[in-house]
């Protein structure tokens, strides 16, 4: 819808119980993310629904389990182990980290980063793309940035072997395929299919749950006869896009992308995009991948994984059709798609920070107040609108770590106040004060505030705390003679989300800049 950006679907999701922050009560670790007792019931439906459509109701169609870890010729075989990396790049100026072939991307349509090498790459982004983060033009050089995640076997260092936790599921039903086709007694075509998890060292990930480092996949690889295959192909397009609009996504918001590029083993390869907040992306990956796979992992294993038709005496290496999407990111597409603001005619009752407005401009009316606020002052001013906005100047509960936003509150007064202080204040889940600020620490005189008026106080400042789930606190206080007076303070008003691709020790990033020289 048109009022729908990403900030607001993440914050429905942890509002209500669908997505929590990885590790939230150790400030978190970014870019993963735990689903709750909602969010996990939606992922078994997908998966459910997925698995009856294209296993249980399908002739030839089995689905198996594979490891996590696999035997590292596997990775040699498949190329990952050489050519699994994304050109990187980093600002000079802000230290923000971004992929090259994205930013471009991200900047025009009207040129294809994968139809351009590496030089040129950095020599379009160095002339054309400021920093989206602090406006600069001051990049390094790209750097091939390794997508696996490497862990070690055995337990005495000399003995130790270097393995990878797999980054997509698919060489697991390739390695197997023979075994499947023995053990089902099955004739080609024949599909198997896999959920399981993939895990990737991204340059830049992010957008909530589009790219996380650990990810659930749902996809089919189908062997076929070489010549069979663009019927299959077309077949796999037909009934994946169906299966979506079945499950209710909105047709209007779905459509085919065929790859410009096609990588050099593929004869065919398009993706079903949808329309998320951030523009169209890709949310399922169909391919005709040839009989490269089978035919990588015969040279590399010295095993035939030939096929012999029984009916026609005919031997050959079957070519592999397939479909691939990734759970999460169906998941943020049916929440996206089923995303609705809806503005109530008749509301009445109080809310934490008095009458629910009918003002459709109030600012408070796109924040979810939390339930336990605390709210309490003897009233001769009143806090009655607040807002939290982001550094694209959006009303956002999720704020990037390192940016700069501000947090603005709206103060009546019922009676005539002397240098009233505005305090805000920010805690984390634990309770624990974390950081906050007042006018009187800063040095600002607020002078005489007559009954009657209003003021509107911004608190402008660089968000540096770590990735997180965070509570926000605002008041307003002062002093009568020698006596402290709480005019009206709301503890625990609003939680907030900080995204952070780097977190540190403690509360605070110091952005410490760090050189190691040769001696």
């Not at 076997?153 to 697991?172: A, H, N, S, Y």
């Not at 169909?286 to 490269?292: E, G, V």
Request: net charge negative.
């Amino acid at each position: 819808m048109e009022n729908m950006t990403m900030e607001k679907v993440a914050n429905l999701c942890k509002q209500y119980g669908f997505v929590y922050q990885g590790s939230d009560i150790y400030g978190g670790l970014a870019n993963t993310w735990d689903y709750g007792q909602l969010g996990s019931r939606v992922i078994n439906s997908i998966k459910d629904a997925w698995r009856k459509r294209f296993v249980q109701e399908r002739k030839n169609s089995y689905e198996i389990d594979c490891g996590i870890l696999m035997n590292p010729k596997v990775w040699e075989a498949s190329g990952h182990a050489k050519n699994f990396n994304d050109p990187q790049l980093d600002c000079k100026e802000c230290k923000k980290r971004y992929r090259a072939d994205k930013l471009i991307n991200d900047y025009t349509s009207e040129v294809n980063p994968d139809l351009m090498s590496d030089e040129e790459m950095e020599k379009y982004i160095k002339e054309n793309i400021s920093c989206p983060n602090c406006g600069k033009k001051n990049y390094t050089s790209i750097k091939k940035f390794d997508l696996m995640f490497k862990t070690y076997r055995g337990t005495v260092d000399e003995e130790k072997m270097e393995i990878f936790l797999r980054p997509e599921t698919c060489q697991g039903e390739y390695i197997n395929f023979q075994n499947v086709l023995r053990t089902s007694r099955s004739k080609l075509p024949m599909t198997i299919g896999q959920i399981g998890k993939s895990f990737r060292n991204e340059v830049t990930p992010g957008n909530f749950l589009f790219r996380t480092i650990e990810f659930e996949q749902m996809e089919l690889q189908t062997f076929c006869k070489p010549g069979d295959d663009e019927e299959i192909y077309n077949f796999n397009k037909k009934e994946s896009m169906k299966f979506l609009t079945d499950l209710g996504i909105k047709e209007d918001n779905l459509r085919f992308k065929d790859h410009d590029k096609l990588v050099f083993y593929a004869s065919a390869a398009t993706d079903i995009q949808y329309n998320f907040p951030t523009g169209w992306d890709e949310l399922w990956g169909i391919h005709n991948r040839t009989n490269y796979d089978l035919t990588q992992h015969k040279n590399y294993s010295g095993v035939d994984l030939d096929y012999l038709d029984p009916e026609t005496n005919e031997r050959y290496t079957p070519y592999i059709l397939e479909t691939a999407m990734g759970v999460g990111r169906l998941f943020l597409t049916i929440m996206c798609d089923a995303y609705n603001e809806e503005t109530l005619e008749d509301v009445s009752g109080k809310s934490a920070i008095g009458e629910k407005s009918e003002d459709k401009s109030a600012w408070k009316n796109n924040f979810e107040v939390n339930p336990t606020v605390t709210d309490y002052g003897e009233r001769q001013a009143e806090i009655v609108d607040f807002a939290i906005i982001d550094q694209y100047g959006a009303y956002s509960s999720i704020i990037e770590k390192g940016s700069v936003y501000k947090v603005k509150a709206k103060i009546h007064f019922h009676e005539t106040v002397k240098n009233p202080i505005f305090t805000i204040t920010i805690k984390n889940k634990q309770g624990t004060d974390i950081t906050g600020t007042n006018t009187m620490f800063e040095r600002i005189e607020t002078g005489t505030v007559n009954a009657g008026e209003e003021r509107i106080v911004t608190y402008e400042q660089q968000m540096n705390l770590q990735g997180g789930d965070y509570l926000l606190s605002l008041g307003c206080t002062g002093y009568v003679g020698d006596n402290f007076v709480v005019y009206h303070r709301l503890y625990d008003l609003v939680s907030f989300n900080v995204l952070s691709d780097k977190n540190t020790v403690g509360f605070f990033d110091m952005n410490s800049n760090i050189t190691v020289e040769n001696v």
